[in-house]
């Protein structure tokens, strides 16, 4: 059935660019170019809201080896990491949880409807990473469910017609990572692929991974049907998870599989705009509370299966007009999950692929059908966008939701804007069956719902550049785990209500004929009005209260150049000591980290150094995180 959803989504995209080839009358629109533009191959636009990117420079001159690392350095970012390199960690967004931000990969949604610690599960390795695109605040009316604290949009599109790349890296902690990627084609026809490993013994007892991926994305441009873009990739992951998610059991293990395919399809004709893609993810995870039973209770009879696939197809329509642009949309998506652990019990059981008589034992499925309408217009000095959308799935019912973007340009460096968004998120599979040992779901679990405001400036100048957002969101139902100090399970709820008020700065400024390049200095703030005086919360009420970010980028000597990055996070709420089993606070920390790069034409020799001032950290209560590491690696460009 599910190969006949995709079959009948793909032969729909073909009819669909067939059909586009008509000849229609053309249209004379007077738009500035800036709006024309501002929606075109991005996340969301630039016009009314601040969308940050991380282009493949900054990418290439910083100290990092995973995408998880890459975006803990953007403001308004938590990226709460157990492992390291890209193992496992949880993005959060203004607070939000890690269930709560979208994440799409070429702008196919590859969020996991398991549960939100699956979604960095990335098939690729960081050296293919074009561009990432950062949206923090409610964009579900142009993006759909979940993206309810903020998205994310991971770029791969390579533009080089013919390349060949391998890259080597080893470092502290018996690590060691290599990749080959290569590119060919023309303006027409291009095609990029890559595999990866990486693997590492751990800092710690117990927190050794091995990763492989691969990766394959082939465009194909017409001159009459529009663009094609296949992806294929697929990622194996095994991790040592001490302590990951309970520190009662700290020899927890991880196995995970993720296979993804997508096409996407662009057009543009005459005053029209279309796309549409069809996707398909799957993704398999083993997850062992005792590893290979060393040590297991006598009550423990198994380790956790789960195999989820979600596919899905999109199609959007956009036309210009004398008073504007209007986007109408639709998105059909089914999830779907297997399990011995969520779900319902089935009446048979079904083989767990990948494992030797092992059986799934329950599922559970849900459909979901999205509508949505945008409609942006800038007249004068004043962009004004607004729309709404609207979910039916088979599980909670109708759910709707909308907003509205202002912004006004004071000048052509500077602009102002004010927005207003409501989003819905709906729970995981795990928020809503997942009982064990140390925990227990809730299948009552009502969606989460959240009104947010807005308001800031944009400021570009030759030099420098200002961006500066204030913003209160109220949250309705948001769902956390939560216990308390004399419990040993943790029980998923609604909460009544999580209020959040912040502000993100980011300044940089860029220098010339002078050894320095470029600095950029970003600051955070966020409270929550909701307080845990008497319970543990796992995940909500544990967010960063102050972040503060540096970064210097200079010239060393000749084609030498290095990289520092100074952060200061200090972290709100509590969690309960496994020594004392008594609730204590965060302690703040700072971490320095640093990158030297020597760039040629043919190859790239770096070194990096990690927390160089060796500080002792946790991002989740009682995790602690590596102290000082060295890496050193070479990129050959062979092109």
């Known amino acids: 059935m599910k190969k006949i959803f995709i079959l009948c989504s793909i032969v729909f995209v073909t009819f669909q660019s067939i059909r586009s080839q008509e000849k229609t009358d053309s249209v004379n629109v007077n738009l500035s170019e800036l709006q024309v533009n501002a929606n075109r191959a991005k996340l969301y636009s630039e016009m009314g809201r601040v969308l940050t ?3 493949k420079a900054e990418i290439a001159r910083t100290a990092v080896q995973s995408i998880d690392q890459l975006l803990d350095y953007v403001a308004g970012l938590d990226i709460r990491q157990r492992g390291i390199d890209g ?17 799409l990969l070429n702008g196919v949604n590859i969020t996991d409807p398991q549960t939100g610690h699956f979604n960095l599960d990335i098939p690729l390795n960081l050296s293919d990473v074009s561009r990432v695109e ?52 023309s303006d027409r026809f291009h095609t990029f692929a890559s595999v990866s490993h990486k693997s590492s013994s751990g800092y710690i007892a117990n927190t050794d991974f091995d990763l492989s991926s691969a990766f394959l994305q082939s465009i194909f441009n017409t001159k009459s049907a529009g663009k094609f873009s296949l992806q294929l990739a697929g990622q194996l992951k095994a991790v040592g998870s001490n302590g990951f998610y309970t520190l009662a059991y700290p020899n927890q293990f991880e196995n995970s599989k993720t296979f993804l395919s997508a096409l996407n399809w662009s057009m543009s004709k005459g005053n029209f705009e279309y796309s549409a893609q ?6 398999h995870d083993r997850f062992e509370l005792f590893r290979d039973f060393v040590g297991a209770a006598s009550w423990y009879t198994g380790h956790n299966y789960h195999m989820t696939d979600v596919t899905g197809t999109k199609f959007t329509g956009s036309y210009l007009s004398s008073i504007g642009k209007t986007t109408l949309g639709v998105e059909i998506r089914n999830e779907h999950i297997y ?12 083989a767990v692929p990948f494992e030797s008589n092992k059986f799934f034992t329950r599922e559970a499925d849900r459909f979901l059908a999205t509508a949505f309408f945008d409609h942006s217009v800038t007249i004068d000095k004043w962009y004004l966008s607004f729309g709404a959308a609207a979910t039916q799935s088979t599980s909670f019912g109708v759910n709707g939701y909308g907003g509205i973007d202002i912004a006004y340009s004071l000048n052509e460096f500077a602009r102002v804007f004010a927005d207003a968004n409501t989003a ?37 100048k030759a030099d420098w550049s200002l961006n500066a957002t204030v913003y209160y969101r109220i ?15 943790w029980q998923s709820r609604n909460l009544t209500n999580v209020d959040a008020l912040g502000a993100d700065i980011v300044v940089d400024y860029y220098f010339h004929h002078s050894f320095l390049e470029k600095v950029t200095l970003s600051y955070s703030y966020l409270t929550l009005d909701k307080t845990a005086d008497n319970f543990d919360s796992k995940y909500v009420l544990d967010y960063l209260k102050h972040k503060f970010t540096m970064a210097i980028h200079h010239k060393v000597w000749s084609k030498l150049s290095a990289n520092w990055t100074g952060s200061y996070s200090d ?24 990158r030297l790069l020597w760039s040629q034409n043919k190859y790239d020799l770096f070194a990096d150094v990690n927390n160089i001032l060796n500080s002792t950290y946790a991002d989740y209560g009682g995790l602690t995180q590596p102290g000082a590491s060295v890496n050193v690696g070479v990129r050959l460009k062979l092109n």
Request: net charge neutral; charged share 20%.
């Open 134 to 185: 950062i949206l923090e605040g409610s964009s579900a009316r142009v993006l759909g469910p979940n993206a309810f604290s903020g998205a994310i949009n991971i770029i791969t599109e390579n533009r080089e017609k013919h390349a060949l790349n391998a890259e080597l890296e080893g470092g502290s902690f018996n690590y060691y990572a290599q990749s080959v990627s290569g590119s060919i084609g």
């Open 53 to 55: 990117i991380v282009d």
């Open 339 to 350: 399990s011995n652990v969520l779900g319902t019990l089935m009446a048979q059981k079904v």
């Open 278 to 283: 069809a996707y398909w993810r799957e993704h």
């Open 475 to 489: 949250g309705n139902n948001i769902i956390d785990w939560v216990k308390s100090p004399d419990s040993t399970k």
């Open 424 to 460: 819905v998120r709906l729970p995981t599979f795990t928020d809503l069956y997942y009982n064990s040992a140390t925990q227990i779901a809730n299948p009552n679990l009502k969606p989460e719902q959240s009104k947010t405001v807005e308001v800031g400036t944009k400021v570009n």
């Open 87 to 103: 193992t496992q960690a949880d993005i959060s967004v203004r607070g939000g949880s890690f269930d709560q931000v979208l994440v």
């Open 571 to 594: 972290r709100a709420g509590k969690y309960i000591d496994f020594a004392t089993n008594k609730l204590v606070s965060y302690s703040p920390y700072f971490l320095l980290n640093g």
